[in-house]
């Protein structure tokens, strides 16, 4: 079966730049989308279609494709961006797949 | 604004059935599609299905094919989830979300708070 495969940590300081990558061979093809999760919540959008921010999302938070790698970026990250981040794709049938995720440490 | 609403925690026995309601609100609910994901215990997402909420088309995750079915109620704007044959790895949260169409795939931009299923003898 398809997979997305991202790294499952990730540490910076605050005010520095963060960068989450997913792997994936049909994202050429596939658009990607991020979505972030704090403890006890519910995941929420916040890049769609590889390079899209929802309203209401910080312009600090931005995708980009390369490939079959996708990376979702966060600058300046704050305290508040700790969090798993999940990105999402599809097959090449349209099923939906998400990544294993990525723990956002702040240091 | 946008609302997904959930009911609340279950405890079941293995081989029983639950279903989860999603109760929408705040839009037109036949205009969107609603699809549930679920994540065991400090796992990953994972993506069960899809239903359009226009006429009730479905797509299902082959892992969950012949145990799930995902109903909606226009009348009330909600939607249901059903899982049968329950194993004790099926608990987890179980989310609703609005799906958003994008080629041949969906997205997600609003969610549901979740609902705790808990299977156990």
């Known amino acids: 079966s398809y997979e997305l495969t991202q790294p499952p940590s990730v540490s910076v300081s605050p005010g520095q730049t963060a960068r989450i990558t997913c792997s994936g061979d049909?994202?050429?093809?596939?658009?990607a989308y991020w979505y972030q999760q704090k403890p006890g919540q519910a995941p929420v959008l916040v890049i769609y279609?590889?390079?899209e921010r929802p309203s209401g999302i910080p312009e600090r938070f931005s995708g980009s494709s390369s490939g079959t790698t996708v990376t979702l970026t966060i600058s300046g990250v704050q305290a508040e961006d700790e969090a798993d981040y999940y990105c999402?794709?599809?097959?090449?049938?349209?099923?939906?797949?998400f990544g294993g995720g990525t723990k956002l440490t702040v240091l | 604004q946008v609302q997904l609403v959930q009911s609340g925690a279950e405890v079941k026995k293995p081989g029983a059935s639950v279903k989860v309601s999603c109760k929408a609100s705040?839009?037109?609910?036949?205009?969107?599609?609603i699809s549930w994901v679920r994540q065991a215990p400090g796992q990953g997402l994972e993506w069960m299905g899809w239903?359009?909420?226009?006429?009730?088309?479905?797509n299902y995750a082959q892992k969950l094919q012949g145990r799930v079915t995902m109903t909606t109620d226009t009348s009330t704007s909600t939607a249901y989830m059903e899982l049968r044959s329950l194993r004790s790895d099926d608990t987890a949260v179980y989310y609703c979300?609005?799906?958003?169409?994008?080629?041949?795939?969906?997205?997600?931009?609003?969610w549901g708070q979740g609902t705790l299923v808990t299977v156990s003898s």
């Open positions: 979300a609005r799906a958003l169409a994008a080629a041949d795939t969906y997205y997600f931009d609003y």
């Open positions: 705040g839009y037109t609910f036949t205009s969107y599609g």
């Open positions: 239903i359009s909420a226009y006429n009730g088309n479905t």
């Open positions: 049909a994202l050429p093809k596939q658009y």
């Open positions: 279609k590889d390079s």
């Open positions: 999402q794709s599809a097959d090449s049938s349209g099923t939906v797949v």
